[in-house]
């Protein structure tokens, strides 16, 4: 069972250059969620989805898009890469439960650096 | 706005001590506080969800509460060991799936 599966791992990018991350996951949740990881802040959320085709912007939707074509797929692109952008990605997957008890599951990360 | 703020920002506590983190979060359209446990260079990881105002959660020497009405809730650590050095994170969920984290506590137990 590979539960959340991000790839690249790491990418370095100039600025300007475009790119997409992948997130997979095969638990067959609902809810997907992009977060970016940076030092003394946390986790912030980017965008996230509540089910296949639909995405709702987070803390920091600037400068990204998603989508979610597939249940078990949501992309995060980058149209114009800034270095403001290096971060670490973490995608995280949920189930729906009835008691809103469900966990978040989370991908190893992706280390992106813009140049 | 979702403000979640979690406080200190850093312990360091001696093996064997106890500790407590706080976590504070938006007392309205509550539906969920989940804590997760964050060691380096791993992903984080579930330790509670909690859903009702009063819960408290437990597990081994690990425990939670949640007051959702004054929007807080606390992570007690009994009897710390190195291996619960991590970061602690806090994450509320709001009505509409919006999950927010906040910054996270990063505990650090000495032999």
């Known amino acids: 069972n590979a539960g ?3 790839t690249p791992k790491f990418r370095v990018l100039k600025t300007g250059q475009s ?25 912030r959320l980017i965008h996230y989805s509540v089910g296949e085709g639909t995405t709702a912007k987070g ?18 692109g980058l149209e114009s890469a800034a270095p403001s952008q290096t971060s670490v990605y973490f995608c995280a997957s949920r ?11 989370f991908g190893e990360g992706s280390r992106l650096t813009v140049l | 706005i979702l403000n979640v703020e979690q406080s200190p920002q850093s312990l ?20 969920a506080l989940h804590w997760y446990r964050w060691e ?7 330790l509670f969800v909690m ?3 009063g819960d408290e959660k437990k597990k ?39 999950m927010r984290f906040g910054a996270g506590t990063r505990l650090t137990v000495k032999p």
């Open chain 1, 19 to 43: 790119m997409t991350l992948l997130c997979a996951q095969d638990m067959n949740h609902e809810y997907m969620y992009w977060y970016r990881q940076d030092p003394g802040m946390g986790l």
């Open chain 2, 60 to 98: 081994g020497r690990i425990s939670a509460t949640l007051n959702t009405k004054e929007g807080y809730s606390y992570l007690y650590i009994k009897g710390s060991q190195p291996e619960d050095s991590a970061t602690y994170l806090c994450a509320f969920r709001a009505n509409n799936n919006d």
């Open chain 2, 12 to 31: 360091h506590v001696q093996e064997g001590d106890s500790t407590n983190f706080t976590c504070s979060f938006p007392s309205s359209n509550f539906y």
């Open chain 2, 51 to 53: 859903t009702l105002n």
């Open chain 2, 40 to 46: 380096t260079a791993k992903s984080p990881e579930a």
């Open chain 1, 59 to 76: 803390e920091v939707p600037d400068g990204y898009n998603v989508s979610r074509l597939k249940k078990q797929n949501f992309l995060l």
């Open chain 1, 95 to 105: 189930k729906y439960t009835s008691g809103n008890t469900g966990e978040l599951f």
């Open chain 1, 4 to 6: 959340v599966t991000q």
